[in-house]
């Protein structure tokens, strides 16, 4: 763990273009020929290295990607998707079937809970939602039947932090898979260093950074990754949510400027989450010490890369937040929107935005309060200044 460092992992790739090009060609092709027919039949066996069959299954482009994802995340392979959802429900389905159980945490994205509690159960597959920083609430949810162990690095939109180091402990004790979705903190944290068995990510976020495009990644073991891909029993596979190949090669220039966004979102939210909490806003933030896992979570980050980019806080009423983003807007402060990991600041309001698929008690439990607005802090080069003005609008609107 120590002399891992996933951005020099991706620094050390090099991939030389067709005619030399200083990116990698662009596999703009949805079929492969063949120059034998038992070529090809090998190919569909899963016997032929450096062979393509159909896109759909795999292309030259998308294999670039999915091994700098796995050269980030230390893991054998990756697979990558269409979409970050695109790589979270084919991960379970080939975990689970009729009669398996899953314990997740709660406060996950909206998605993915949707995901287990409304369609997963059409299969067969039951979920417990839990508390994923109480371990001993989540060993007791644990089943003979339970399969996955399911969890974001750091919870979308609470920023609670998952001790990965322990859940895999427990994973391991009981022999489950733990699946972590690592979407909010790509570089700051390695979880398949601390244990994790599969890490997941939305690549729309801040890995592919300039929010045009979807798109995912799930980064696991060789085997597992075959197993996604199997031509007669893979569910990324004949579920059928593939990158296509523009938008891999696309992804792949944004991520080699990672690093560098990545320090920059967190120092931006870190001096904000400072400010705004010394003027008596409730602030969430990873890197606040006031910050329930603030020690877990430094132990557990790749320091140079900070607590990343999101931040919480909590203006009282949805009417106010509602204001206040409306006013942020307005001065160019950045936008109301969904999504996270852009260039420019982003704010919604989760609990009628990005988690409303939470029924509105579940999501009074969980600590998901009306007044709560979700910041996605962008690469703003003068931090100050875009303080001062947000500071201006709280004053505006009263709420300073
Ligand atoms: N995981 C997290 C933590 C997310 O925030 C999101 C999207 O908001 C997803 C997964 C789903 O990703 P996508 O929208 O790319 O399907």
Same mark, same amino acid.
């Given at each position: 763990?120590?002399?891992? !460092?996933?951005?020099? !992992?991706?620094?050390?790739?090099?991939?030389?273009?067709?005619?030399?090009?200083? *990116?990698?060609?662009?596999?703009?092709?949805?079929?492969?020929?063949?120059?034998?027919?038992?070529?090809? /039949?090998?190919?569909?066996?899963? *016997?032929?290295?450096?062979?393509?069959?159909?896109?759909?299954?795999?292309? @030259?482009?998308?294999?670039?990607?999915?091994?700098?994802?796995?050269?980030?995340?230390?893991?054998?392979?990756?697979?990558?998707?269409?979409?970050?959802?695109?790589?979270?429900?084919?991960?379970?389905?080939?975990?689970?079937?009729?009669?398996?159980?899953?314990?997740?945490?709660?406060?996950?994205?909206?998605?993915?809970?949707?995901?287990?509690?409304? /369609?997963? @159960?059409?299969?067969?597959?039951?979920?417990? /939602?839990?508390?994923?920083?109480?371990?001993?609430? #989540?060993?007791?949810?644990?089943?003979?039947?339970?399969?996955?162990?399911?969890?974001?690095?750091?919870?979308?939109?609470?920023?609670? #932090?998952?001790?990965?180091?322990?859940?895999?402990?427990?994973?391991?004790?009981?022999?489950?898979?733990?699946?972590?979705?690592?979407? /909010?903190?790509?570089?700051?944290?390695?979880?398949?260093?601390?244990?994790?068995?599969?890490?997941?990510?939305?690549?729309?976020?801040?890995? !592919?950074?300039?929010?045009?495009?979807?798109?995912?990644?799930?980064?696991?073991?060789?085997?597992?990754?075959?197993?996604?891909?199997?031509?007669?029993?893979?569910?990324?596979?004949?579920?059928?949510?593939?990158?296509?190949?523009?938008?891999?090669?696309?992804?792949?220039? *944004?991520?080699?400027?990672?690093?560098?966004?990545?320090?920059?979102?967190?120092?931006?939210?870190?001096?904000?989450?400072?400010?705004?909490?010394?003027?008596?806003?409730?602030?969430?933030?990873?890197?606040?010490?006031?910050?329930?896992?603030?020690?877990?979570?430094? *132990?557990?980050?790749?320091?140079?890369?900070?607590?990343?980019?999101?931040?919480?806080?909590? #203006?009282?009423?949805?009417?106010?937040? !509602?204001?206040?983003?409306?006013?942020?807007?307005?001065?160019?402060?950045?936008?109301?929107?969904?999504?996270?990991?852009?260039?420019?600041?982003?704010?919604?309001?989760?609990?009628?935005?990005?988690?409303?698929?939470? @029924?509105?008690?579940?999501?009074?439990?969980?600590?998901?309060?009306?007044?709560?607005?979700?910041?996605?802090?962008?690469?703003?080069?003068?931090?100050?200044?875009?303080?001062?003005?947000?500071?201006?609008?709280?004053?505006?609107?009263?709420?300073?």
């Amino acid at each position: 763990m120590k002399n891992f !460092n996933p951005a020099n !992992n991706i620094q050390d790739l090099q991939y030389f273009g067709e005619f030399g090009g200083v *990116n990698p060609s662009i596999s703009d092709s949805s079929t492969y020929t063949f120059l034998s027919a038992k070529t090809m /039949f090998d190919t569909f066996e899963g *016997n032929m290295e450096g062979c393509y069959l159909y896109s759909r299954h795999s292309s @030259p482009s998308n294999l670039y990607l999915d091994q700098a994802l796995a050269a980030m995340e230390g893991t054998e392979a990756a697979n990558v998707s269409a979409s970050g959802m695109g790589a979270i429900t084919p991960t379970i389905l080939q975990l689970c079937g009729t009669g398996d159980h899953i314990v997740s945490s709660r406060t996950i994205y909206g998605g993915t809970y949707a995901f287990l509690k409304n /369609f997963t @159960p059409r299969l067969g597959i039951k979920t417990t /939602f839990v508390d994923i920083t109480k371990l001993d609430v #989540v060993q007791a949810a644990i089943t003979p039947d339970t399969k996955v162990l399911y969890c974001e690095t750091v919870s979308n939109p609470l920023l609670e #932090v998952a001790d990965i180091k322990e859940l895999s402990s427990l994973a391991k004790k009981h022999n489950l898979t733990l699946v972590v979705d690592n979407t /909010f903190s790509p570089l700051s944290v390695s979880p398949a260093k601390l244990g994790a068995d599969i890490v997941i990510h939305s690549l729309t976020k801040y890995i !592919n950074g300039s929010s045009d495009t979807v798109g995912g990644v799930t980064c696991a073991s060789q085997d597992f990754i075959n197993s996604l891909k199997n031509v007669n029993n893979g569910a990324s596979m004949l579920l059928g949510p593939t990158m296509d190949s523009l938008r891999s090669a696309s992804i792949m220039k *944004n991520l080699r400027t990672l690093h560098i966004r990545m320090k920059q979102h967190s120092n931006n939210a870190f001096f904000l989450a400072e400010r705004f909490e010394k003027d008596g806003i409730k602030t969430v933030y990873p890197g606040l010490e006031s910050h329930p896992s603030h020690t877990l979570y430094k *132990n557990m980050i790749n320091p140079e890369y900070g607590f990343g980019g999101m931040m919480t806080i909590d #203006v009282g009423t949805l009417e106010k937040a !509602n204001e206040l983003m409306e006013l942020m807007q307005e001065r160019n402060l950045g936008y109301l929107a969904v999504s996270l990991g852009f260039y420019k600041t982003l704010f919604s309001a989760p609990g009628t935005s990005t988690s409303s698929e939470i @029924p509105l008690e579940e999501q009074k439990e969980m600590g998901l309060t009306d007044g709560l607005i979700r910041f996605s802090i962008g690469l703003d080069n003068d931090i100050e200044r875009t303080y001062q003005s947000m500071k201006q609008c709280m004053i505006e609107l009263n709420i300073l």
